[in-house]
């Protein structure tokens, strides 16, 4: 089993981990440091525990609020699905009338296509946040 040095605000630890693990282990151990150095920057030298339990805490409030942004993007492309298939019965709607309304089918299904790929541009946007 591999052992990984790793710092954390300035502390050095020796962990064991899985083979192939290290990396993975090295990226964590960078994002604990990073926010061990932003607390000690704030207040100062801390013992360790509450320096590492702090840390911890600071990563997991950013873990919830990562949580909720997903859910409410989550939430946001359902919605926009929602409207994207209410939209496809209009327009099924509309296209079983269209040879009366439109001579030129080719118009109605530009617009379709069209408002197809803006919903998906909005349902990406959303995915992107």
């Not at 790793?6 to 994002?31: Q, Y």
């Not at 997991?60 to 019965?89: F, H, M, N, P, Y």
Request: net charge negative; hydrophobic share 45%; proline share 4%.
């Amino acid at each position: 089993m591999p052992e990984v040095n790793i710092t954390i605000g300035n502390r050095n630890f020796a962990l064991a981990c899985n083979e192939g693990e290290e990396p993975h282990l090295e990226a964590a151990a960078k994002l604990l440091s990073a926010e061990a150095e932003t607390l000690q920057a704030q207040i100062g030298r801390v013992p360790e525990a509450r320096m590492l339990l702090m840390s911890g805490l600071m990563l997991a409030d950013k873990i919830k609020e990562l949580e909720w942004e997903t859910r409410a993007s989550t939430d946001r492309i359902k919605d926009l699905e929602g409207q994207l298939r209410a939209a496809e019965v209009r327009t099924s709607a509309l296209a079983s009338v269209a040879p009366k309304a439109f001579p030129n089918e080719d118009v109605l299904l530009r617009s379709y296509e069209d408002a197809v790929l803006r919903v998906e541009e909005l349902a990406n946007e959303v995915e992107a946040k």
